[in-house]
Every structure is written in structure tokens, then in C-alpha cells.
């Protein structure tokens, strides 16, 4: 009798689970013991004001503007920059920064997760605006306006407020797009990791205030709205290339007001600073063993059934290299074909595109594609990153294929050319097999790293494994056991992958192959 698939799936997460249990017990439990010595009960601060915090180290996510609210008030701060408040959470944790600065409902809900070892100053910093933002002279600015100016009067906005910023979950759910649409679809980008604001939910929907707010005036604009989770430094870029109508909410700035139009204000909130407490990784790492794995087991995967999650990025990883794996190969192939012409200019352009894809770095190529090149079509993300990674590997995979055909020896071709093949032919039946016995263990190599590689697909909006990784520790403020357990699924992937390659890899090698003779038995 066959298993649910669901039960197959959560199975190999809880493989998966142990195998990190076990590769952490090194890590955690010198760590428990020394906990155990100490006072982990103290949630004392270990700055008490925002004054202390002159010359020290800050946090921010990515995309985030605040360092320059907080350096109008403290002198000589270091900024670093973090894909998401749980990286800049775990870093105030760790001690590698002093601070973390950002929305205050965005800061209470993470020292919720994070009890005892982080804490919020008492003072906001100061107050910021929030909208939404459209492309500079959009029209749609103005209708958003009228209906926020409608929900204010009519009290929706505070109901949505007291709604997301609640600590039960089970009120907050999404007005599904049963209504007419005759205006068609518009589409809006969201960072997907701005809790209560925008985040990812049960089954990977995205949900939160902004995502509400925007389907509730897309409904009253007839409009269905199609959403898409991209990083934050990301967003500005989707929709100046028109790959969204309109993105949310972020902070209006001067600069930023420069070069989009932003909506009325949607939540008047305030940025607030997280510090540690006294003692905080001692106290990250305190309690048994065991319940830590367990609950942080839960939390990554069980919970909201978050292991879709992770089986949906992984399909996706595994889509996008095997297709670029397929193309990459025939492109490389062509680029050889195209050297053998004879044809000068020809050899030209290949050189020149080789010369480009091995000079710049891959994650700029795919935001290239995506917000310049095919900015104006609406190309799903996942099109794109199978076209940059087909160039990519088309071009390793071509330079590798020619430098083992350009290797074998001249008196092969000669030869062939003397018992009457052409010269097309002599190439597929002498030269190219046998350099191809050179070249298949470097291609499935380079395949193995290629696939690797796809971990960047998430800067133009691909749900892949690791994209999937982090809107999980944006939820959970847990970020160890999502990036172990990402990389322990990574390594088994590209373990089963390379044990396939090499199996071909040998099948095709004439030299495991038992030599006949003809007329010989």
C-alpha cells in the first residue's frame, strides 16, 4: 500500500531533522552546559538607552533606510546589512552587532520569539511614514489615495491594524479574489518578510496588513491582484521595470520620492532598536537539547505545514538546473560547432560571449535579464533564471567541450579525412567521442556547482529551496535550523546528483567497455 505523499515528505524532513540533531550536538551541548552555569534568567539589557549606542555596530535589513534616522541621532555607527530581521536578530544575539533597528511591531513580535536573550529600548527612534509606491506618474496613485482616505473615515484601517498586530493567528486570514475583475489583474511586490506587515503563512500564501489593505482596494478598483515575494533591495527594481504596478509599504524618503510616487500613508508606526540582554547566547543556547531540535523541528516544518514549502523551493531548484543543465549543454555544443566553422567573426562572437558570462558575476547577469532585458514582458521568474543559467553553463560548457577537442591530435582528423568521411563527419564519429571522454567528468562537475549556484534565483522573485529557507526564519526568528537543514539538503541533492552523473559518466566511457573483434571469439 502506497504512503501519502505527505507522510513520504515529512518523513525524509525528519531524516533530515536527525541528521542536523546530530551534526549540531558538537555545537549546542558544550553550549547547554556552560548555560547551565550561568544566570539565564537575567533579561537585563545590556544597553538601557539609545545614547550608549554612540560608535556601536547596527543591524538593518536590506533595502532598509533607518541607518540614516539612527545616525541623525548617534555619532560614528557601523551598518550592516541583512537579508531579513531574523539575520539581524541572531546577529545582535551572537554579539556580532550591538543593534537591530526596525519597525516596532516588526521588533515586539521578535523579542516575543526570542524571549530573554533580546530586548526593545523604551523609546521609539522616531516616527516613519508607510505607503505604497507606484512608478512615477502613475495613475493609480491617486485611486489608491481616495479609497485609504475612505478606510481611514470608515475605521477599516484600524480594524486591520488591531487584525495583523494580534498575537492569535487564527483571525488572520485573506479575502479570497472571488469578485469581478473587469479591469483585469494588477500585479505588487512584497518583501514577504516584514511580519505583521507582509509575510509568508500556511501553504506559502503570502499574508499581512499591506497584502489585505491591497487586495481590499484592488477589489473596490476591479482588479484581482497577483502577488510576488521578492528581497527588499529588490522591489524599487521590479517596479521601475514594470515587472509590478505597484510595491509595499516602505518608508517615503526625499530620495526615494524622487524617483517613485508614493500612496498616503497606510500605518503611522515607529522604528524601534532590539538589543541583547546580558548573557544572550548563553541564554540562546540554554535548555535541553533535545526540546531546542524538537521545537525548532516544528516550528521550520510542521508548523503552518511549512514543509510544502521546502518540497515546493526544492522543485523548483531542481526545474530550473535540470533545464539549464539540458540547454547549457546543447548551447555549449553549438558554441563548438560555431569554432570548427572556420569563420573568423564567428569565433569572435563566441570568444566575446564566453569572455562576458566568466567576467560578470551570475546573480547580476539574472538581474539583468529580469529587470532590464525582459523588464517590459512579463516573463515568469523562472523562465529567466533558466535562460541565465543556460548561458552560464553554455559558455563553461562550451570552453570546456573545445579545449578537449581542440586537444586531440591533428593525425585523427587527417586520418579520417583519408579514408573518405567529411569533415562534419570525422568530427561526430572520431573527434568528438573522443574528446567527450575528456570532458564528461569536468561537465558533471561543473553541473553539481551549477546547481549549487541557484541559490541567488530568489533576487528576482523564484521561490526556490533557499528562498524558501528565508521566509522561514523570517517567521520563526530561528535562523540555525532552517540553514543547516537547507544545507544538509543541498548536500544530499548534489551527492545523489553527482552519484548519477558519474554512473553515466562510466557507462559512456568506451575504456569500461569490453572490446570486440571481429571474427574473434
Not at 449 to 456: F, H, L, R
Request: charged share 20%; aromatic share 8%.
Amino acid at each position: 500500500m502506497r504512503r501519502p505523499r505527505s507522510q513520504i515528505a515529512i518523513a525524509a524532513i525528519a531524516i533530515i531533522a536527525i541528521v542536523c540533531a546530530i551534526l549540531c550536538t558538537g555545537v549546542l551541548a558544550p553550549a547547554n552546559a556552560q548555560a547551565e552555569s550561568t544566570d539565564s534568567q537575567s533579561t537585563e539589557p545590556v544597553y538601557k538607552e539609545l545614547s550608549e549606542l554612540n560608535g556601536k555596530r547596527f543591524a538593518y535589513v536590506n533595502g532598509s533606510v533607518y541607518d540614516k534616522r539612527i545616525q541623525e541621532k548617534l555619532q560614528d555607527t557601523k551598518s550592516d546589512f541583512y537579508p531579513s530581521l531574523a539575520e539581524c536578530v541572531a546577529a545582535v544575539e551572537a554579539g556580532k552587532d550591538d543593534a537591530a533597528v526596525q519597525l516596532s511591531y516588526c521588533c515586539q513580535l521578535a523579542v516575543n520569539r526570542r524571549p530573554g536573550t533580546v530586548t526593545l529600548l523604551p523609546e521609539p527612534v522616531a516616527k516613519v511614514s508607510e505607503g505604497f509606491f507606484f512608478p512615477k506618474g502613475s495613475a493609480l496613485t491617486s485611486k489608491f489615495n481616495e479609497l485609504i482616505d475612505r478606510f481611514e473615515k470608515e475605521g477599516t484601517l484600524a480594524q486591520l491594524e488591531k487584525k495583523w498586530v494580534a498575537a492569535d493567528e487564527s483571525g488572520k486570514t485573506l479575502p479570497n479574489q472571488d469578485w469581478q475583475a473587469p479591469n483585469g489583474t494588477l500585479k505588487f511586490a512584497t518583501s514577504g518578510v516584514i511580519e505583521p506587515f507582509s509575510y509568508v503563512g500556511e501553504g506559502g500564501v503570502a499574508k499581512g496588513y499591506d497584502v489585505e489593505l491591497a487586495l481590499l482596494i484592488a477589489r473596490e478598483l476591479g482588479y484581482h491582484l497577483e502577488i510576488s515575494t521578492i528581497p527588499m533591495d529588490s522591489i524599487f527594481a521590479a517596479v521601475d521595470s514594470g515587472k509590478a504596478d505597484f510595491g509595499g509599504t516602505l518608508t517615503e524618503t526625499p530620495e526615494r520620492a524622487s524617483v517613485c510616487d508614493f500612496s498616503k500613508t497606510v500605518m503611522p508606526t515607529t522604528i524601534s532598536v532590539i538589543v541583547a540582554t546580558k548573557g544572550a547566547a548563553d541564554k540562546a543556547a540554554s535548555g535541553s537539547f533535545i526540546d531546542k531540535i524538537s521545537d525548532s523541528f516544528h516550528k521550520t516544518f510542521i508548523e503552518e505545514d511549512r514543509w510544502q514549502l521546502i518540497l515546493s523551493g526544492l522543485g523548483v531548484t531542481i526545474l530550473i538546473s535540470v533545464c539549464a543543465g539540458t540547454l547549457g549543454l546543447l548551447l555549449g555544443y553549438v558554441t563548438v560547432l560555431a569554432r570548427r566553422s572556420g569563420v573568423k567573426w564567428v569565433g569572435k562572437i563566441v570568444d566575446g560571449y564566453q569572455a562576458i558570462m566568466g567576467g560578470v558575476p551570475l546573480v547580476v547577469v539574472l538581474m539583468v535579464l529580469y529587470y532590464i532585458v525582459l523588464g517590459s514582458n512579463n516573463v515568469p521568474g523562472v523562465i529567466v533564471a533558466i535562460v541565465a543559467f543556460t548561458l552560464s553553463f553554455g559558455a563553461t560548457s562550451g570552453a570546456t567541450m573545445w579545449t578537449a577537442v581542440d586537444g586531440t591530435d591533428i593525425i585523427q582528423e587527417e586520418t579520417g579525412l583519408a579514408l573518405g568521411y567529411t569533415r562534419n563527419a570525422v568530427f561526430r564519429k572520431i573527434i568528438f567521442p573522443q574528446a567527450m571522454q575528456q570532458f564528461m567528468p569536468q561537465l558533471a562537475g561543473q553541473f553539481v556547482s551549477m546547481v549549487k549556484d541557484t541559490a541567488i534565483v530568489g533576487y528576482i522573485a523564484v521561490q526556490d529551496l533557499t528562498r524558501a529557507s528565508d521566509l522561514i526564519r523570517s517567521r520563526t526568528m530561528d535562523a540555525f535550523f532552517p540553514l543547516i537543514s537547507t544545507a544538509i539538503i543541498y548536500f544530499l541533492f548534489c551527492r545523489l546528483l553527482a552519484w548519477v552523473l558519474r554512473r553515466i559518466v562510466n557507462r559512456l566511457n568506451v575504456r569500461n567497455k569490453p572490446r570486440e573483434i571481429e571474427g574473434v571469439q
